[in-house]
């Protein structure tokens, strides 16, 4: 079926730099998430985006965060700087379009790791 | 706020038993419910949802009712199989599509043994 991918699956990194996480949604679709789960807890909203713009955000996307897709190329998040807080899977998901019938899909996570 | 809530950590069965995993929610409005399954290194995969009609969902054996009264959507299947072993989320939303903002539970890992 559809997949999205993640790149890496596991990235290390000291408090305060920059990290960019990357995302391949599936190939024809247009809206695109970023999910946020630290450990032992549930998955949480972060933001979606849309023909270039973010549609929606929740309180967890920081103003350290920021997301784009360049040219159809990856949807990414870059986080910048990071805190220890951050520590968390990122889970990037896309869909085709609106309506009950969209499915969305997921993929693996980035394991981020703030040190 | 909304909320889920599923049966908690880990449920361990034999093969052949059957499975129920728990998943309530609140919502401030008439939501769509979906359960999730993530298997080992993989990533989560829409397993069932709600329909609008009432219809009852069903994938792989698994299936789930949507009952208002209660606010429940309960995972179940009659016979366990070891390719069952995963986690599993319970998760809502206002809308089926694209701008589905989810709102997952914890999730419940399911160990299937022989």
């Known amino acids: 079926g559809p997949k999205v991918l993640q790149i890496p699956s596991h990235q290390i990194i000291d408090m305060g730099q920059m990290v960019t996480l990357n995302c391949d949604p599936v190939s024809n679709h247009l809206y695109f998430y970023w999910y946020k789960q630290i450990l032992g807890q549930q998955m949480e909203f972060l933001v979606n985006?849309?023909?270039?713009?973010?549609?929606?955000k929740s309180k967890l996307f920081k103003d350290q965060f920021s997301v784009e897709r360049p040219d159809g190329s990856y949807f990414t998040l870059k986080i910048q700087p990071t805190a220890l807080e951050d520590s968390a899977v990122y889970f990037c998901?896309?869909?085709?379009?609106?309506?009950?019938?969209?499915?969305?899909?997921f993929g693996a996570g980035t394991r981020l790791s703030v040190l | 706020g909304d909320s889920v809530t599923q049966t908690e950590g880990l449920v361990t069965l034999t093969e052949g038993l059957p499975v129920m995993l728990n998943c309530t929610y609140q919502s401030t409005y008439s939501p769509f419910l979906f359960w999730y399954v993530q298997h080992l290194n993989e990533a989560p995969k829409l397993l069932l949802k709600?329909?609008?009609?009432?219809k009852r969902p069903e994938h792989q054996g698994f299936h789930a009712t949507l009952h208002k009264s209660s606010s429940s959507f309960h995972l179940q299947k009659s016979s366990a199989q070891l390719s069952d072993s995963a986690l599993y989320y319970c998760a809502l939303s206002y809308s089926g599509g694209s701008n589905a903002k989810l709102t997952f539970g914890k999730g419940t890992k399911l160990s299937v043994k022989s």
């Open positions: 709600s329909f609008t009609d009432n």
């Open positions: 998901a896309s869909t085709p379009g609106q309506g009950s019938q969209n499915t969305l899909y």
């Open positions: 985006f849309y023909n270039g713009k973010v549609m929606e």
